[in-house]
Nanobody, 116 residues
Framework: QVPLVESGGGLVQPGGSLRLSCAASGSIASVDHMGWYRQAPGKEREIVAAISGSGIVNYVDSVKGRFTISRDNTKNTMYLQMNNLKPIDTAVYYC??????????WGQGTQVTVSS
């Protein structure tokens, strides 16, 4: 399991932007796939975006064109740039790795609230 800490969430108006960070306690250079997930009130957790070590990215349709996932192995950090936020984006956002997911391990996440 790789300890990860999410940050950067907050309250933003519709159409606004936020940049989430996912900091690892150790090197992520050897971690191939990483992803961002979110869980809205009353909903199941869903994957939002994923990135591979080779730079391949994938997004759920609902955020495609608005969110951008990236990673900086030098800083041991993964990011999620969120633009044109919508109320439906309101959720707790988590970052994770395949190993952590397999182990059913999740961090505390960071709250994103989009409201006018």
């Amino acid at each position: 399991q790789v300890p990860l800490v999410e940050s950067g969430g907050g309250l933003v108006q519709p159409g606004g932007s936020l940049r989430l960070s996912c900091a690892a306690s150790g090197s992520i250079a050897s971690v191939d796939h990483m992803g961002w997930y979110r869980q809205a009130p009353g909903k199941e957790r869903e994957i939002v975006a994923a990135i591979s070590g080779s730079g391949i990215v994938n997004y759920v349709d609902s955020v495609k064109g608005r969110f951008t996932i990236s990673r900086d192995n030098t800083k041991n950090t993964m990011y999620l740039q969120m633009n044109n936020l919508k109320p439906i984006d309101t959720a707790v956002y988590y970052c994770n790795t395949p190993l952590n997911v397999a182990r059913h391990y999740w961090g505390q996440g960071t709250q994103v609230t989009v409201s006018s």
